[in-house]
């Protein structure tokens, strides 16, 4: 199973948005891997106390890690709120394997194949499978409601840039598939 859940906190913000190049959001995010959860949602019912994602990068980059995977069998993605944790996948054949690293990166980027990462610890004990195209549908159901909800928040926003480029990567998705 893998399911995608965020929350945009500041409604107002996208609102008032009006930069046509770059736009963030901030919310809560999380990754569900069958029993395993990675993020910050929900908020904690108890303190009220939650961690914002930057809902846009994470979307942005889950999106490019289905273009990556169709490249590469092994991709790590940057967890850019943590310092030294990434997402390792390795696709075989339908499935996706999944565990959080902890590593030192060889380089700067949010994306890295195998060899560009020094792993200093895994997070979970087993990787967990979860299947290639319920991996690829729910990001880009999760991507294009992200996408609806800015516009229909402020109509504007359908000529930002960052949006479109956004918008790009899920019409290439669904191209390649």
């Known amino acids: 199973m893998f399911l995608l859940k965020y929350k945009i906190l500041d409604f107002d913000s996208v609102i008032k948005h009006r930069d046509d190049d770059f736009i963030e959001i901030e919310g809560l995010l999380e990754i569900t891997f069958n029993d395993k959860k990675y993020g910050d949602y929900p908020i904690d019912e108890t ?3 939650y961690a914002d994602s930057l809902i846009i990068i994470w979307i942005e980059s889950l999106l490019k890690s289905i273009v990556m995977l169709n490249e590469h069998t092994t991709i790590y993605i940057k967890d850019i709120e943590v310092y030294d ?3 390792r996948l390795v696709r075989i054949d339908g499935q996706i394997y999944v565990n ?3 590593a030192k990166p060889l380089c700067g980027d949010f994306f ?4 560009a ?7 979970w004990s087993n990787d967990e499978t979860i299947d290639w195209n319920e991996y690829k549908r729910e990001i880009l159901l999760k991507s294009k409601m992200l996408l609806d909800d800015l516009t229909q928040a402020n109509k504007s926003l359908i000529y930002n840039k960052r949006l479109r480029e956004i918008n790009n990567i899920i019409e290439q998705i669904i ?3």
């Open 85 to 87: 944790n990434w997402i």
């Open 117 to 123: 990462l020094d792993i200093v610890g895994i997070e």
């Open 112 to 115: 890295v194949t195998e060899h």
């Open 175 to 177: 191209v390649t598939k």
């Open 47 to 49: 303190n009220g106390s």
């Open 100 to 102: 959080i690293v902890h």
